[in-house]
């Protein structure tokens, strides 16, 4: 997955932190240990020679093997000495190495040039923080999902909303609990207000838990990000970044404005994540022959064929909680919330 030059420098600046706070550390431990133990302060000065000795050594050229091993061996013998310094004077035996958050890497963010773990663990942290910035990640978890807000009365040969929405809210903190980075990709269908961007942000929230990358976007930014990408100098890489996260969710499809570049570039990305089996969810409130006069055979054969397909019901929550409000304003109480 590719990162914009900000994350990456909020990442990289955060790492270079961990690690000067850890090597400032070690330092002031070191100069406690010198300042206590003048044969702490000899054990430093002769280990700091160790440099120049080995120059010498190599420029002889006689005997180098056998005086570098002894030089090696003294040099262990001193830190050996320094550590049981150390110990008598009550610290641990790791008191003066640089505590690193990462071992692996020593906070550098990459090992033989290749991207630690660390770093893109903060990268997703940080990705985390930009998508909880642009939607109500918070407040959209399973568990603030109610279902008090369907209707229990089923039409007739069709099962209630609530009884379909249970099914769906089931299926999808399933989905979340097992996602992999083949999961099955879904399209949310409704109305407005009925829970899909709810849902949506729910697996979010699970999947950027367990480590996974994701993007979210409303159709219309993602739109507009696309546009703007494609006319500025500097590559963001947006587009590479929607190919290649392990989780897109592409919220309210059919909102944005829609041209030819806009139509194939969306084509694109579902198309290409299909094939490279990447999940994708992406919500509507279009049904599937509005979809198809809005995008054409092409776009919507490709998802109808492909994606998991849920169908919300139900009457519009939005505009519940809008009248509980109003309610509660004027008896002074504190409305619900589906978040």
């Given amino acids: 997955m590719r990162y914009d030059q900000e994350t990456y420098r909020k990442a990289m600046q955060t790492l270079d932190r961990r690690r000067r706070e850890a090597e400032q550390t070690a330092a002031a431990h070191k100069r406690e240990v010198v300042a206590a133990s003048p044969r702490a302060a000899a054990i430093f000065n002769e280990l700091a020679q160790t440099g120049p000795l080995s120059t010498r050594i190599f420029l002889s050229g006689k005997d180098v093997h056998a005086r570098m091993e002894k030089l090696r061996q003294h040099n262990l013998a001193l830190q050996a000495e320094l550590r049981t310094l150390v110990a008598q004077m009550g610290k641990p035996a790791s008191y003066l190495d640089a505590a690193y958050t990462c071992p692996f890497c020593r906070d550098t ?52 909303p609530r009884a379909l929405m249970e099914r769906t809210l089931l299926y999808c903190r399933q989905y979340a609990a097992n996602f992999s ?32 990358g ?101 009457n519009d929550v939005r505009q519940i909680l809008r009248r509980e409000k109003m309610n509660a304003a004027r008896r002074g109480d504190s409305p619900r919330s589906q978040g």
């Fill in 181 to 212: 980075a083949h999961a099955p990709s879904m399209l949310f269908q409704g109305g407005t207000g009925l829970g899909k961007t709810h849902l949506s942000l729910a697996i979010a929230n699970e999947v950027l838990g367990r480590g996974y």
């Fill in 214 to 314: 994701v993007v979210y976007g409303t159709a219309q930014n993602l739109a507009t990000m696309l546009e703007n990408e494609r006319f500025a100098d500097e590559e963001s890489g947006t587009q590479e970044n929607l190919l290649s996260c392990d989780l897109l969710i592409l919220d309210d499809l059919g909102t944005e404005f829609s041209n030819q570049f806009v139509l194939s570039a969306f084509y694109n990305m579902i198309n290409t994540r299909l094939l490279t089996q990447k999940p994708t969810i992406i919500s509507t409130n279009l049904t599937l022959r509005e979809l198809e006069d809005k995008y054409g055979v092409r776009i919507v054969s490709r998802i109808i064929g492909a994606y998991e397909v849920r169908v919300f019901a139900g």
């Fill in 109 to 160: 963010g990459y090992i033989d040039g290749k991207m630690c773990d660390c770093l893109k663990t903060e990268l997703r942290r940080i990705l985390y923080e930009d998508l909880n910035s642009r939607a109500p990640l918070s407040l959209s978890t399973f568990d603030t999902f109610s279902l008090d807000y369907y209707p229990e009365q089923a039409e007739e040969g069709r099962p209630s």
